[in-house]
């Protein structure tokens, strides 16, 4: 049974919650990440994966954190700002060898992981294991907290999604939840897709997010069922889709001077995912200057994650609804 005793914090003006020598701030989110390449903080750099699901080597995270720390970004990535708008630390990789805390958060993604156990089977944490070591990382808490307290942890934490609508249900079962999702990209629009374009004319695949359209569709229409059924459950969705359009269309009005071609790979609009010459192409190139991009690779650069991480921090409901994140946090 842990000790529970209030204690005045010296280093913060706060009253915490302490469990023998774990000490929470009241009023304390937590932040727990699944999902994909767009939230992965490293997780793949501890598995036996192919480089296509990897990005831990040079030239990634060379804006930021000056190596390759496993992020498919030259710098952070959209959780990364919401763990800073949200006053935490860095959420750390599940995996991370060092990392055992858990207050605080802690990340599961996976590059290459899909909503279903069959996608890139054995070279990925597929969404079924993140929710696994998410069991493991509740009974951790519970054991060291006691279970009253890691059940507010748990019900106050926000659950962070880049895949699956269908998994988190099984979150959900133990009391009241705070889901956040991403929709999916406009992923005609990518430049491994523009490369593709009929008569090399770079326009974005229409077919190809006619599919991401048709889920995104269905997505809010799914929670907002959910919602009426499930007592406490809260969920917001953010438009990754407009908002990625919406740079795409107005590029000079967010800074950017490049709205199709990625800044590091190879071929037409950088296209050929070569980026770092470790997936069977060795040759790849480098843009002079990522901020000028929206798209390091396939995906956003840090700089766009930014844009993208305050609209769901603090957009209104069109483009993160039907809470934004700095509501959800604060409930
Ligand atoms: C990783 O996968 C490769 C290819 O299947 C295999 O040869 C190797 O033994 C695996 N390594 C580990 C540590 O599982
Ligand atoms: C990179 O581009 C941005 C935006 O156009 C500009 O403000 C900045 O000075 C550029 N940096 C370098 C090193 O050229
Ligand atoms: C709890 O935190 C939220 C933001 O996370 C803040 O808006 C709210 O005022 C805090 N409540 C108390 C009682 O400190």
Known sequence: MASLRFRICFFVFCI??????????????????????????????????TTDNEANYSPYGETFFKYPSGRFSDGHMVPDFIAEYAKLPLIQPYLHPGYHQYIDGV??????????????????????????YFKKVEKILKHRLGDAEAKTLL??????????????????????????????????????????????????????????????????????????????FKYSVANFYDSLTEMMVFPSKYGFKERKAACCGSGPYRGYSSCGGKRGLREYELCGNVTEHVFFDSHPTERASQYIAQLMWSGNPHVMGPYNLKELFAM
């Open 155 to 232: 019900s106050k934490a926000v659950y962070l999604f880049s895949i699956g609508t269908n998994d988190y249900i099984e979150l959900y079962k133990k009391g009241e939840r705070k889901f956040g999702f991403l929709n999916l990209a406009p992923v005609g629009c990518l430049s491994g897709m523009r490369l593709l374009a009929k008569g090399g004319t770079g326009a974005c695949l229409e077919e190809a997010s006619a599919i991401a359209k048709l889920h995104n569709s269905a997505l809010p229409k799914v929670l907002k069922k959910l919602e009426n059924r499930l007592k406490g």
């Open 107 to 132: 990340n599961f993604a996976s590059a290459g992981a899909g909503a279903l156990v069959q996608t890139h089977q054995g070279w990925v944490i597929d969404l079924e294991t993140q929710l696994r």
């Open 16 to 49: 915490t919650q302490c469990h023998g020598n774990i000490c929470l701030p009241k009023n304390h989110t937590a932040l727990f990440i699944f999902g994909d390449s767009l939230f992965d903080a490293g997780n793949n750099n501890y598995i036996n994966t």
